[in-house]
């Protein structure tokens, strides 16, 4: 297999900086990228956020705009470079609504460039990642355009979620030192802003996103959040490549966070882990010799994720059926408060957990009956896939990556391995939960979808393949 280098730039990188998928994408698919033998090297602003103290890193040069520094992502030998920047990257968060935001990560991504330029590395890929990372194109195309080090590189961009985009006014981009504004959308710059992944989006040699069905649901006008146009136009270049899962981090058989490790073949200790988890929560069946199902969430809590739906939706189904809820997550204040009200309104049933809780997030995994997953759209989603490793049962709206990574369950054959509803109501909730307490009912049944889900493989190998391909076929041509 041809070896290609790869510089990927992302914005957050697990374990380091985190605010959602992103991260693990980036550290997950670098790895796998690396054991296919390509040449990575991962690029990642230095927050103040990051624990320098619990950091091996050395630092490889300096200049007057940023230090760079270079560590080694964990459980691999693929580089990591720091850009080290105090006046940018020292607000005490990864993103910030301040003015200067455009120019945080216009600086890293000319920081990138000219840290392969220092370390005398020639990508032929440059693997990019949302509107943060989206300029490196242009800058390739105009304020780099003279090093022949970059002769013949190619640009993939990511959308991870195309409801960011990095929408700034126009006045930015005298800042960014890029010298032709023609780069950036006439009709844009005419209306006073800069869209920064549209920008990308028009720029780069191929686009990706991270399942098959976003990327058709994002050249719709329901989806596309204005940019189906374009996306519609550059199609032929659009490729929807389903995450997958670090299976090193997700796997009950060797899970540390978990009290009881299990496999397939040793499901019986999910139930010894439900045991536990209950009695953790303060969550009581209703009588000794009763089982009922518990019901599984870990989500940010926004109205992508569905939440909007469950005020008109959980309630009634709580008060009908003998079942419990288990809920972590942070988001809008309103979500937060239903669930704090639900919690009250079924004591001894329902438990709120704000925030987020790594150690909670895996035993729900672990000992949750099924996994409820509403979301309004979904470019991939990984609990879904955390959960049929788990042989936790995903119930779950049928968009995006739980399209793709989800099959309903037909007891007549016995195949598919969860629950999937089409409508985005609060009836199309109630009718994924009670189909699943209805085959939670049925021990054969059950017992089946579990050990179908758990047979399900969405490790890191294949998606990486992929990329491997788009890669190729990009040098190629």
């Known amino acids: 297999m041809q070896s290609v280098r790869v510089a990927f730039v992302v914005s957050e990188l697990t374990p380091y900086a985190k605010t959602g998928g992103l991260a693990d994408v980036g550290e997950a698919l670098s790895r796998a990228l690396a054991e296919l033998g390509h040449d990575v090297r991962v690029f990642v602003p230095l927050y ?16 007057e705009a940023f230090d760079l520094w270079e560590g080694t992502l964990p459980r691999s030998k693929v580089p990591v470079y720091f850009v080290d920047c105090p006046r940018f990257f020292s607000r005490g968060s990864l993103y910030t609504n301040d003015p ?39 800058l390739l195309e105009t304020t780099y355009a003279w090093d022949r080090l970059f002769e013949g590189a190619k640009t993939v961009l990511t959308i991870h979620n195309l409801g960011y985009q990095g929408v700034f006014g ?32 028009s720029h780069a040699d191929h686009l990706t996103t991270v399942s098959p069905t976003y990327a058709r649901e994002i050249q719709t006008e329901e989806q596309g959040f204005g940019l189906d146009g374009l996306l519609r136009h550059r199609s032929g270049r659009l490729t929807g490549i389903l995450n997958g899962v670090d299976y090193g981090e997700w796997d009950p058989e060797n899970d540390e966070h978990i009290p009881y490790r299990y496999s397939a073949e040793t499901i019986r200790l999910k139930k010894q882990n439900k045991v536990k988890l209950l009695q953790e929560l303060g969550l009581a069946s209703s009588s000794p010799d009763a089982d009922p199902p518990l019901i599984g969430m ?9 939440i909007e739906l469950l005020p ?61 997953m509403p979301s309004r759209y979904e470019p991939c989603g990984l609990n879904q896939m955390y959960s049929l490793r788990y042989g936790t049962v995903p119930v779950v709206r049928k ?10 369950f037909d007891p007549a054959t016995g195949e598919g391995h969860g629950i999937v509803f089409e409508h985005y109501t609060a009836s ?46 990009l040098l190629i041509h």
């Open 48 to 63: 103040d956020t990051i624990d320098r103290d619990g950091l091996s890193i050395e630092k490889r040069f300096e200049t």
């Open 100 to 138: 200067d935001e455009p120019l945080r990560f216009a600086l890293f991504c000319h920081a990138v460039v000219q840290s392969c330029q220092r370390l005398v590395f020639a990508p032929q890929i440059f693997h990019l990642n949302d509107w943060q990372t989206s300029l490196v194109p242009v």
């Open 170 to 201: 126009a006045e930015a981009i005298e800042r960014m030192d890029i010298p032709d504004s023609s780069h950036f959308d006439e009709h844009d710059r005419g209306a006073g802003v800069v869209n920064l992944l549209k920008t990308g989006i």
């Open 298 to 306: 870990v989500s940010r809590l926004s109205a992508q994720k569905g």
């Open 312 to 372: 008109r939706a959980l309630p009634d189904f709580l008060a009908r059926h003998d079942s419990s809820l288990a809920v972590l997550g942070t988001g809008e204040r309103a979500y937060e408060e239903f669930f704090s009200m639900l919690e009250k309104r079924f004591p001894g049933r329902v438990r709120f957990y704000r925030g987020f809780n790594n150690r909670l997030a895996h035993w729900i995994e672990a000992g949750a009956d099924m996994f409820l």
């Open 399 to 408: 968009t995006g990556g739980l399209a793709d990574s989800v099959q309903q």
């Open 428 to 473: 199309g909730v109630q009718w994924g939960l009670e189909r699943a307490i209805e085959l939670y009912g049925d021990t054969a049944s059950w017992d089946r979808m579990v050990q179908n889900a758990m047979a399900c493989d969405f490790s890191w190998a294949g998606p990486a393949a992929r990329y491997s391909d788009i890669y190729r076929e």
